[in-house]
């Protein structure tokens, strides 16, 4: 049996503060996954921002219908010639 499978709950304490702060974060099983997942490789972790403007832009090109760039810069918040970037680069238009 390897170790991680036996970090418990009571157990956490005897684990450093990173572990413990990612614990709270992602649970005790999450954390157990992303260890076997990733055993010690760096990851990386998207900023909020990044995260927002790329679901926006897959959220611009599903309703983009070829002629409502005006709605989708409202809904969205955003210039016209903005969205017109978006579906642009994805060979929407």
Same mark, same amino acid.
Request: hydrophobic share 40%.
């Given at each position: ?9 009571? /157990? ?10 990612? $614990? /709270?974060?992602? !649970? ?11 055993? !010690?490789?760096?990851? +990386?972790?998207? =900023?909020? =921002? ?5 679901? =926006? ?8 219908? !070829?002629?409502? +760039? =005006?709605?989708?810069?409202? %809904? +969205? ?8 970037? $978006?579906? %642009? %680069? %994805? !060979?929407? $238009?």
């Amino acid at each position: 049996m390897k170790i991680i499978e036996l970090i418990t709950e009571d /157990k956490i304490q005897f684990l450093g503060e990173e572990s413990q702060a990612l $614990i /709270k974060c992602v !649970g005790l099983e999450g954390f157990k996954n992303l260890v076997r997942l990733h055993n !010690g490789a760096s990851i +990386y972790i998207p =900023r909020v =921002r990044s995260l927002e403007r790329e679901l =926006r832009n897959q959220f611009i090109m599903n309703e983009f219908d !070829g002629h409502n +760039y =005006r709605e989708l810069a409202l %809904k +969205y918040d955003i210039t016209e010639t903005w969205v017109r970037e $978006i579906v %642009k %680069k %994805k !060979g929407l $238009i």
